[in-house]
């Protein structure tokens, strides 16, 4: 993502520290507020039990979860997006949980999750390591457990930005104990000029 917010965010920030230091400021997908596709899962019910925010950043979809009720864990790699995440909540008075840790190790968490929310994670990450985070999910999700995923499409023009993703990539990462039960045209909202960009929700359960 880029440092100014009049720029079309950049193939940059795939790494912890780049992550971190991107928190210097404001984030273009920083927006203050849950994206609306995945506050529209919580206000239709889908989200339930044990609820896992991997790649959290500064923790609204934790908090949405939260404030629903639900025992919710916000998970980043970037310490300044936990630091600010855990200010959020003292702020709101929000009780919820955010720790600093790596997405391709959730079996150290110690706890198998019955709702996973993905916003902007599955997107920034190669070939191998979106196989090793898939494998990752399985350790932390229940069997019956679900996962939302929002991610940038391959329907958005242009080249700038997160690597693009298909359908086909989504169905392919999650064809091996997993169900896709849909995946949906979306809109990611944004900081930027520019302030909505295509993306894809998908819905995912876990089978076995």
Known sequence: MPDSQDQPPARRGH??????????????????????????????GELHGKVLDAGCGTGEHTMMAALLGLDATGIDAAPAAIARAEGKARERGV?????VHNALRL???????????????????NDADRGAYVESLKAAVRQGGRYFMLCFSDRQPGDYGPRRVSQAEIRASFAGGWRVDSIE????????????????LARVTRTE
């Open 15 to 44: 790494t912890p520290e780049e992550f971190n230091d991107s928190y210097s400021g404001t984030p273009p997908w920083d927006i203050g507020r849950p994206q609306p596709p995945f506050q529209a899962l919580a206000d239709a």
């Open 95 to 99: 009780a919820v949980r955010f720790l």
């Open 107 to 125: 079996a150290g968490l110690g706890t198998k999750f019955d709702s996973v929310l993905d916003c902007g994670l599955f997107h920034v990450f």
């Open 185 to 200: 045209a979306a809109t990611i909202s944004t900081l930027l000029e520019y302030p909505d960009v295509q993306g894809w």
